[in-house]
């Protein structure tokens, strides 16, 4: 029954590679022609390496006669194109990019290889990471499996997608502001945002730099867990790294009480007005399900939600401003001849970047600017420590907090490509976790018309462990929704 | 004509000499180096790549401070300086800004005989850039140059003249050799003087507009820009003008400064605290050990020579100029505690070594003989054993070859001759054989008896005790 492998999680990938029942090569073809049968109609993938992942597949199958029984060996990923791939075409969705392949490869992705993964390509992302549901990628934009008139969500909506898909067994994302969580929750799969510094970013094409991480999407809370097990650690060519030992993610979730004696803090402030009502009700039946099984929910607040948005595209923007300087046309990547210097980076950056990212580089740059810096970019900062606070001061109460992913499911495509402002406010649940550096997961609680809803579960900075066993004992407490999306 | 006197502060760059660039492990050493090759992700800013502390670029400009008597901040924060240029790859300069490595230091200086303290405002870390070439049609980038350590060091606006810049700058260039820290090569990019400069009439305290000039790459540039600029903006006040808030550059061929930008076109660089750089917090335990391996500084060294040794004041400013010639001094003169002086050896320093020093170009680690073979060489020679004449064909041999004195004293037979029978031989075989000077000196002609203590160091083949030699002439000629 190899034609149907594509729809294993990891966890049963692997068993069944351990007793050797399918081999490398069969699972990776099997993917391979998954992702011919359907991506044509999600899109999901900027760029595929088949040949390549086959002689990975080979390889693991080599590795493992040779009693190698590295985690990740002979499981195929998707990666988000935000992250470098040495050889492999890497334009973090962008035109100034698009030629772009790297000489070397990003941290997590050694360490991908060295834990047996093979690589089947490289998933759609917004420019630069700069959206909320890859329409703006400079190539196309990724259709949701569960209604292909629907965005999967972004930026890592490539990555979301292709799991929901099942056009691969595992990804990694990147999420700045919400990247992971967001489409992993329109698309009904699991997202992680680890602690900041829990993950290397070197190699991860930077966005707003003190907010950024990589993280799994998967198909199930322990795959979650394994990947993550796999990529995290301090990483000396990262300084922001954490130089603390990586937890057995995916072993202590067998050990895991389960929702037993869990405080779960159910934040006031993000039970609102604009949360769409289907949302609301799957976030009841949630913490009730949570309840039954012995957590105790805890209603707590976090005042100083109201000004996540603001501050997040505050220092997301001003540190993108700088980041996306390199792409001067002067080393790699597009170049549009101008008659002078000033002239070609003018040409170079206008042809190169599309206009979101054009518009939060002025953003950025103007909230950096000489009599500007103290009103915008350091009183930004400023609430972002007392965002930080609200954080530490609930997990003084409370292990973990509920809270909805999204105010809504999955929006049409097109539906708010015209109001840039609409866009940045469905960020409104996830920007909090990344601007506190605290863990967040997504897990798929429940269906509108269709399309999945996403429970957030945040944790306490390194509390890793606790958010994926709370994200854990929800999934088996929890109705598993379809497999297979209908396409 | 209103008299002006000048307001002058620096801010002086130096690369430091650290094995690896300042945020990657590439070779920090680019002289030389085809175009970039010692490059990285990192240094070439390719997508994704971090920055990662060179932590010997951290206790180098840290040592810097403490030698120019600085607060050493144990929180440092980075800082990222915004701009557009082709040799800048991340299209930002990894800076400090609001908090500097080192604050509040002061360095005394020495103008024609005088002493005079000058404030250092601060000493930062950043990194340098790659380097340009034009040629028809283009400029080529190298960033071999791109992320080497770059320590500023910015002074107070105290000094007053060219004369005293010039000494600043020469004395902070012989504290970061004496430190170990940087080439200080001016000719090869190690060092870049900035400076800033206004006027203010003699008898006000309203100090003018201020000037700030760029790219001085030499001590003589140091020297003459400053010059220039005195004298252009006392002829503009004089003539009535005013002086424009500018950048100038010093434009070395035509001797002039050349205004580069206006007050206009002033940058915002958008400076914001690095966030791929935590805070870097220096243990205050490693601050004492840096304190404690701050070597002797010039000045202090100089002191101790003319106080301990009763060494003249040029002199000891001679041999302390470089640190390896003052550590080489010293190491004689311990060497040779018992048997030399400190004044003999300061003269054979000044004059033999450094003479050859100076001729052949090489550095004192380079002698081929230890300090204790040269207290050797002085002792014998102070005690007579060889003639001063013989001990510097000596000193020829240890240079060329590093034998022992002793060893060439032998093998040439050099050993001075200083026993009285054998020079007595010689000196009645000299009156002999020069019978006429023998007899002009007798008849009262002084000048002759050179001639023939000449004719006896001959014959002994340079070997005799001159002093012996005159003295056994003398009782000779006169019995």
Same mark, same amino acid.
């Given at each position: 029954?190899?034609?149907?492998?594509?729809?294993?999680?990891?966890?049963?990938?692997?068993?069944?590679?351990?007793?050797?029942?399918?081999?490398?090569?069969?699972?990776?073809?099997?993917?391979?022609?998954?992702?011919?049968?359907?991506?044509?109609?999600?899109?999901?993938?900027?760029?595929?390496?088949?040949?390549?992942?086959?002689?990975?597949?080979?390889?693991?199958?080599?590795?493992?006669?040779?009693?190698? =029984?590295?985690?990740?060996?002979?499981?195929?990923?998707?990666?988000?194109?935000?992250?470098?791939?040495?050889?492999?075409?890497?334009?973090?969705?962008?035109?100034?990019?698009?030629?772009?392949?790297?000489?070397?490869?990003?941290?997590?992705?050694?360490?991908?290889?060295?834990?047996?993964?093979?690589?089947?390509?490289? =998933?759609?992302?917004?420019?630069?990471?700069?959206?909320?549901?890859?329409?703006?990628?400079?190539?196309?934009?990724?259709?949701?499996?569960?209604?292909?008139?629907?965005?999967?969500?972004?930026?890592?909506?490539?990555?979301?997608?292709?799991?929901?898909?099942?056009?691969?067994?595992?990804?990694?994302?990147?999420?700045?502001?919400?990247?992971?969580?967001?489409?992993?929750?329109?698309?009904?799969?699991?997202?992680?945002?680890?602690?900041?510094?829990?993950?290397?970013?070197?190699?991860?094409?930077?966005?707003?730099?003190?907010? !950024?991480?990589?993280?799994?999407?998967?198909?199930?809370?322990?795959?979650?867990?394994?990947?993550?097990?796999?990529?995290?650690?301090?990483?000396?060519?990262?300084?922001?790294?954490?130089?603390?030992?990586?937890?057995?993610?995916?072993?202590?979730?067998?050990?895991?009480?389960?929702?037993?004696?869990?405080?779960?803090?159910?934040?006031?402030?993000?039970?609102?007005?604009?949360?769409?009502?289907?949302?609301?009700?799957?976030?009841?039946?949630?913490?009730?399900?949570?309840?039954?099984?012995?957590?105790?929910?805890?209603?707590?607040?976090?005042?100083?939600?109201?000004?996540?948005?603001?501050?997040?595209?505050?220092?997301?923007?001003?540190?993108?401003?700088?980041?996306?300087?390199?792409?001067?046309?002067?080393?790699?990547?597009?170049?549009?001849?101008?008659?002078?210097?000033?002239?070609?980076?003018?040409? =170079?950056?206008?042809?190169?970047?599309?206009?979101?990212?054009?518009?939060?580089?002025?953003?950025?740059?103007?909230?950096?600017?000489?009599?500007?810096?103290?009103?915008?970019?350091?009183?930004?900062?400023?609430?972002?420590?007392?965002?930080?606070?609200?954080?530490?001061?609930?997990?003084?109460?409370?292990?973990?907090?509920?809270?909805? =992913?999204?105010?809504?499911?999955?929006?049409?495509?097109?539906?708010?490509? !015209?109001?840039?402002?609409?866009?940045?406010?469905?960020?409104?649940?996830?920007?909090?976790?990344?601007?506190?550096?605290?863990?967040?997961?997504?897990?798929?609680?429940?269906?509108?018309?269709?399309?999945?809803?996403?429970?957030?579960?945040?944790?306490?900075?390194?509390?890793?462990?606790?958010?994926?066993?709370?994200?854990?004992?929800?999934?088996?407490?929890? !109705?598993?929704?379809?497999?297979?999306?209908?396409? | 004509?209103?008299?002006?006197?000048?307001?002058?502060?620096?801010?002086?760059?130096?690369?430091?000499?650290?094995?690896?660039?300042?945020?990657?492990?590439?070779?920090?050493?680019? @002289?030389?180096?085809?175009?970039?090759?010692?490059?990285?992700?990192?240094?070439?800013?390719?997508?994704?790549?971090?920055?990662?502390?060179?932590?010997?670029?951290? $206790?180098?400009?840290?040592?810097?401070?403490? $030698?120019?008597?600085?607060?050493?901040?144990?929180?440092?924060?980075?800082?990222?300086?915004?701009?557009?240029?082709?040799?800048?790859?991340?299209?930002?300069?990894?800076?400090?800004?609001?908090?500097?490595?080192?604050?509040?230091?002061?360095?005394?200086?020495?103008?024609?005989?005088?002493?005079?303290?000058?404030?250092?405002?601060?000493?930062?870390? /950043?990194?340098?850039?790659?380097?340009?070439?034009?040629?028809?049609?283009?400029?080529?980038?190298?960033?071999?140059?791109?992320?080497?350590?770059?320590?500023?060091?910015?002074?107070?606006?105290?000094?007053?003249?060219?004369?005293?810049?010039?000494?600043?700058?020469?004395?902070?260039?012989?504290?970061?050799?004496?430190?170990?820290?940087?080439?200080?090569?001016?000719?090869?990019?190690?060092?870049?003087?900035?400076?800033?400069?206004?006027?203010?009439?003699?008898?006000?305290?309203?100090?003018?507009?201020?000037?700030?000039?760029?790219?001085?790459?030499?001590? &003589?540039?140091?020297?003459?820009?400053?010059?220039? /600029?005195?004298?252009?903006?006392?002829?503009?006040?004089?003539?009535?003008?005013?002086?424009?808030?500018?950048?100038?550059?010093?434009?070395?061929?035509?001797?002039?400064?050349?205004?580069?930008?206006?007050?206009?076109?002033?940058?915002?660089?958008?400076?914001?605290?690095?966030?791929?750089?935590?805070?870097?917090?220096?243990?205050?335990?490693?601050?004492?050990?840096?304190?404690?391996?701050?070597?002797?500084?010039?000045?202090?060294?100089?002191?101790?020579?003319?106080?301990?040794?009763?060494?003249?004041?040029?002199?000891?400013?001679?041999?302390?100029?470089?640190?390896?010639?003052?550590?080489?001094?010293?190491?004689?003169?311990?060497?040779?505690?018992?048997?030399?002086? $400190?004044? $003999?050896?300061?003269?054979?320093?000044?004059?033999?070594? @450094?003479?050859?020093?100076?001729?052949?170009?090489?550095?004192?680690?380079?002698?081929?003989?230890?300090?204790?073979?040269?207290?050797?060489?002085?002792?014998?020679?102070?005690?007579?054993?060889?003639? &001063?004449?013989?001990?510097?064909?000596?000193?020829?041999?240890?240079?060329?070859?590093?034998?022992?004195?002793?060893?060439?004293?032998?093998?040439?037979?050099?050993?001075?001759?200083?026993?009285?029978?054998?020079?007595?031989?010689?000196?009645?075989?000299?009156?002999? /054989?020069?019978?006429?000077?023998?007899?002009?000196?007798?008849?009262?002609?002084?000048?002759?008896?050179? @001639?023939?203590?000449?004719?006896?160091?001959?014959?002994?083949?340079?070997?005799?005790?001159?002093?012996?030699?005159?003295?056994?002439?003398?009782?000779?000629?006169?019995?």
């Amino acid at each position: 029954m190899t034609d149907s492998l594509f729809q294993l999680t990891i966890e049963q990938a692997q068993a069944r590679l351990s007793r050797k029942e399918i081999s490398a090569v069969e699972l990776t073809e099997s993917v391979l022609n998954r992702i011919l049968a359907v991506d044509n109609q999600v899109k999901a993938f900027l760029s595929l390496q088949p040949e390549a992942a086959l002689e990975a597949a080979r390889r693991a199958d080599d590795r493992r006669a040779a009693g190698d =029984t590295a985690p990740l060996l002979g499981i195929p990923l998707a990666i988000k194109d935000s992250i470098i791939t040495k050889g492999v075409p890497t334009t973090c969705g962008s035109k100034i990019l698009e030629n772009f392949v790297p000489p070397y490869n990003a941290t997590v992705i050694k360490k991908l290889g060295r834990a047996g993964a093979i690589v089947l390509g490289k =998933t759609n992302t917004d420019e630069f990471t700069m959206g909320s549901s890859t329409e703006h990628s400079a190539f196309f934009t990724t259709s949701n499996p569960w209604n292909l008139n629907c965005v999967p969500g972004g930026s890592s909506g490539g990555s979301a997608a292709a799991i929901a898909a099942h056009e691969a067994l595992g990804a990694l994302g990147t999420d700045t502001g919400g990247s992971i969580r967001q489409p992993a929750a329109f698309c009904g799969v699991v997202g992680l945002k680890p602690t900041y510094g829990r993950v290397s970013r070197y190699g991860l094409i930077a966005h707003g730099s003190s907010l !950024d991480q990589c993280g799994p999407l998967a198909k199930s809370v322990a795959d979650a867990a394994l990947l993550l097990q796999t990529i995290a650690g301090h990483d000396p060519r990262d300084s922001t790294t954490l130089d603390r030992p990586v937890p057995a993610y995916f072993d202590d979730l067998k050990r895991s009480h389960g929702f037993k004696g869990l405080k779960i803090g159910i934040p006031r402030e993000y039970f609102i007005e604009g949360l769409a009502p289907p949302v609301e009700k799957a976030m009841r039946a949630a913490i009730a399900l949570a309840e039954s099984h012995g957590a105790a929910p805890v209603e707590i607040s976090l005042p100083h939600t109201q000004y996540g948005i603001p501050v997040y595209y505050l220092i997301a923007t001003a540190e993108a401003s700088s980041n996306l300087s390199r792409y001067d046309g002067v080393r790699y990547g597009l170049r549009a001849p101008g008659d002078d210097m000033w002239q070609t980076y003018f040409e =170079t950056r206008a042809a190169g970047f599309g206009p979101e990212v054009k518009r939060r580089i002025m953003l950025g740059a103007y909230a950096l600017s000489a009599g500007y810096y103290d009103a915008y970019y350091l009183k930004a900062q400023k609430v972002r420590t007392l965002i930080r606070r609200d954080f530490e001061a609930a997990f003084r109460q409370v292990d973990v907090i509920f809270a909805p =992913t999204t105010p809504d499911v999955a929006f049409a495509k097109g539906a708010n490509l !015209d109001d840039p402002l609409k866009m940045y406010l469905s960020d409104v649940f996830t920007v909090m976790a990344n601007l506190a550096g605290i863990p967040g997961i997504t897990v798929p609680a429940g269906f509108s018309a269709g399309l999945p809803i996403g429970l957030q579960i945040l944790g306490p900075a390194l509390g890793e462990s606790a958010i994926l066993q709370a994200a854990h004992a929800f999934e088996q407490a929890a !109705d598993r929704h379809p497999p297979i999306p209908p396409i | 004509m209103t008299t002006y006197e000048a307001i002058i502060g620096m801010e002086v760059h130096i690369e430091l000499q650290t094995q690896s660039k300042m945020f990657c492990a590439c070779p920090a050493s680019f @002289f030389g180096a085809a175009p970039n090759i010692n490059t990285c992700p990192t240094c070439l800013a390719l997508p994704g790549a971090l920055p990662v502390i060179n932590r010997q670029a951290v $206790a180098y400009t840290a040592l810097t401070g403490l $030698a120019l008597n600085c607060r050493i901040h144990r929180r440092n924060v980075f800082a990222r300086k915004n701009y557009f240029y082709p040799d800048l790859p991340k299209g930002y300069q990894i800076s400090q800004y609001e908090l500097p490595l080192c604050t509040d230091g002061a360095l005394d200086i020495t103008v024609a005989g005088a002493g005079k303290t000058v404030g250092i405002t601060r000493v930062h870390l /950043e990194e340098d850039t790659g380097k340009l070439t034009h040629v028809s049609g283009g400029s080529l980038v190298d960033l071999n140059r791109a992320g080497v350590p770059l320590m500023e060091i910015v002074s107070e606006p105290d000094i007053r003249s060219a004369a005293e810049a010039y000494a600043y700058v020469s004395q902070l260039r012989q504290i970061v050799r004496y430190l170990g820290v940087s080439s200080g090569d001016m000719e090869k990019g190690a060092m870049r003087c900035e400076v800033n400069l206004s006027l203010k009439p003699v008898d006000s305290e309203v100090w003018g507009t201020k000037v700030e000039v760029k790219n001085l790459n030499s001590f &003589r540039a140091v020297r003459n820009a400053i010059t220039w /600029e005195i004298a252009r903006q006392t002829e503009t006040l004089n003539a009535g003008g005013q002086v424009e808030q500018v950048t100038m550059g010093w434009d070395e061929t035509r001797g002039r400064t050349v205004v580069q930008r206006s007050k206009e076109d002033a940058h915002d660089y958008r400076y914001f605290p690095e966030p791929d750089l935590p805070p870097l917090n220096l243990d205050p335990v490693r601050i004492d050990e840096l304190a404690d391996s701050l070597p002797e500084l010039p000045a202090a060294k100089a002191a101790r020579y003319r106080a301990t040794w009763q060494l003249s004041a040029q002199d000891a400013a001679l041999l302390t100029e470089h640190r390896d010639r003052a550590e080489y001094f010293e190491a004689a003169v311990a060497a040779g505690a018992d048997t030399i002086s $400190a004044r $003999a050896a300061a003269n054979w320093m000044t004059g033999e070594i @450094f003479r050859r020093l100076n001729e052949s170009g090489i550095a004192v680690a380079d002698i081929k003989f230890p300090p204790a073979d040269f207290a050797r060489l002085i002792a014998l020679v102070e005690t007579g054993k060889i003639n &001063r004449q013989a001990g510097k064909d000596v000193l020829a041999g240890m240079w060329q070859f590093g034998a022992q004195p002793d060893a060439i004293v032998a093998a040439k037979g050099l050993k001075q001759i200083s026993d009285s029978g054998a020079i007595e031989k010689i000196v009645t075989q000299v009156i002999a /054989e020069n019978p006429d000077p023998a007899a002009q000196f007798r008849a009262g002609k002084e000048k002759v008896i050179g @001639f023939l203590v000449g004719q006896v160091m001959r014959h002994s083949r340079g070997k005799a005790n001159p002093k012996l030699a005159e003295a056994a002439l003398r009782r000779k000629l006169a019995s």
